[in-house]
């Protein structure tokens, strides 16, 4: 016999019975984007290699150790995309977007690929939903980004979430900051793990985040950024973290939080939730204004934010917030005997589908038990049992799967009567 062919490490199907979780989320996702006045953005998700490299930072694991780079067969170095804020600033410099207008709020959603250790809540293949506010340098828009992903989690009722929210001050802070870091860590270098002893070399930032917890007893003693700022930068921060009091969005300041992307100026946050375990980010966002120069555009400001939608549904599960699973058909036509009633089932299955009732039927020729069986299963709230005797007389029995009552029917109104029944059932609800 043939091997089995498994799927990607780190890569998950979502089967059927789970798939309605997914489209509960992303309706909600819809529902406050809309909101917020946001417009769709959708890019390839393939680029050039290089797009990543000048912009998430050649030092940065994603870019160092995570990205699937290839050469296609044409020789470009191609990578599958391991976020989007990239692929969104290359698109709006490539299409002029700014020049047809001077401001554009963009969402996206879509798969996105890290070659990461695969854990709970940590995929090789994931995905993000994200909103990026691009053409602003105003602390306005830092507020809205984070406001919009406060209350993305707000709608589906969670309420173990900590937004954490730094600085990181503009490129010249960042400089004198990493000088000052490097010398403070230089002499404690012995003693740091050997991953912080590589960054102390490559990305000193980082080392501020490590969860190792001898990196973090050196890592406390060491100077802060905020102590780097200059009035520009903290104005800057001054004003994001007035406008949040100002909208009632609590957050703390974590002076350790850098992120894992080089790009980032000024503000930096995370919402986590204290229902996950290790991996508890369940989106990070911040400033990018000097992204745009990096990729051979006319500089502009930009914020933004991304979601990891694996990530929101894992604490849906974790804070139970899920509504009750979807029914797979409201109405399920079951066929007592042989080939004519199964005839007469598929018409009527017909009839209501052409109503938009959602409605299934039998197709293994089961009994009429294994029929009802199978309704029960699916969740529906009506059977329509169609008999020989009765259909002689123009009739079929309808039967409700709650109370398990039956009344027979006239086929001519057996629309209206479904529809009367699917709706009044709806009300009571
Ligand atoms: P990020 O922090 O790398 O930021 O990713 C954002 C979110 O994606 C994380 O908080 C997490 O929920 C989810 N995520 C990341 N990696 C994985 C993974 N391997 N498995 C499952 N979920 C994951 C960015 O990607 C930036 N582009 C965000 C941004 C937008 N900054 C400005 N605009």
């Known amino acids: 016999m043939n091997q ?11 089967l059927p019975g789970e798939v309605w979780k997914w489209r509960y989320v992303e309706q909600g996702l819809m529902h406050i984007t809309a909101a917020f006045g946001y417009q769709e953005i959708r890019t390839p998700v393939l680029e050039l290699a290089e797009l990543f490299i000048r912009s998430v930072g050649e030092t940065t694991d994603i870019v ?3 990205m699937y780079v290839f050469e296609d067969r044409g020789g470009d170095i191609l990578s599958l995309r391991p976020e989007m804020t990239a692929s969104i600033v290359r698109a709006v410099i490539e299409n002029h977007l700014l020049q047809q207008q001077p401001i554009a709020r963009l969402w996206y959603y879509g798969p996105m690929f890290r070659r990461e250790r695969p854990q709970k809540g940590r995929y090789r293949q994931f995905h993000q939903y ?4 691009v053409g602003s340098p105003h602390p306005e828009s830092d507020v809205e980004i984070i406001s919009m992903a406060w209350q993305l989690l707000q709608h589906f009722g969670l309420s173990q979430l900590e937004l954490r929210i730094n600085t990181l001050g503009n490129s010249e802070t960042q400089q004198r900051y990493r000088a000052a870091l490097v010398a403070y860590l230089e002499p404690h270098k012995d003693q740091l793990s050997p991953e912080s002893q590589a960054r102390l070399v490559t990305n000193p930032l980082r080392i501020l985040d490590s969860k190792n917890e001898q990196d973090r007893a050196i890592v406390e003693q ?3 950024i905020v102590d780097f700022l ?4 903290r104005a800057f921060f001054d004003t994001v973290l007035s406008l949040l009091d100002r909208l009632s969005i609590p957050y703390v300041v974590d002076p350790y939080l850098v992120r894992g992307l080089d790009y980032y100026r000024h503000t930096a946050f995370e919402i986590v939730s204290t229902a996950l375990g290790a991996q508890n980010a369940v989106c990070g966002g ?3 204004d000097g992204l745009a120069a990096l990729l051979g555009g006319k500089p502009f400001p930009a ?3 991304a979601l990891g939608v694996e990530r929101l549904l894992l ?7 899920f509504p009750a699973k979807p029914p797979v058909a409201q109405v399920y036509i079951a066929a007592v005997g042989e080939a004519p009633m199964r005839e007469v089932a598929l018409m009527l299955a017909s009839r209501l589908r052409a109503e938009h009732i959602p409605t299934t039927v039998d197709l293994l020729r089961r009994s009429v038990k294994g029929q009802l069986r199978e309704a029960n299963r699916y969740g529906v709230r009506l059977v329509v049992i169609v008999g020989e005797q009765e259909w002689q007389q123009g009739m079929v029995i309808v039967k409700d799967m709650a109370s398990g009552e039956q009344k027979l029917v006239a086929e001519a109104t057996l629309v209206q009567e479904v529809v009367r029944r699917l709706r009044q059932e709806t009300n009571e609800s």
């Open 286 to 288: 911040g400033r990018y």
């Open 315 to 321: 604490v849906l599960e974790a804070e139970d917030r």
């Open 4 to 14: 089995r062919i498994q799927r990607v490490r780190g890569m998950q199907d979502v």
């Open 64 to 66: 160092g150790k995570e």
């Open 230 to 233: 200059d009035d520009e930068s």
């Open 222 to 224: 060491a100077p802060k």
């Open 130 to 133: 994200g909103a990026e506010v």
């Open 303 to 305: 914020v933004g934010f």
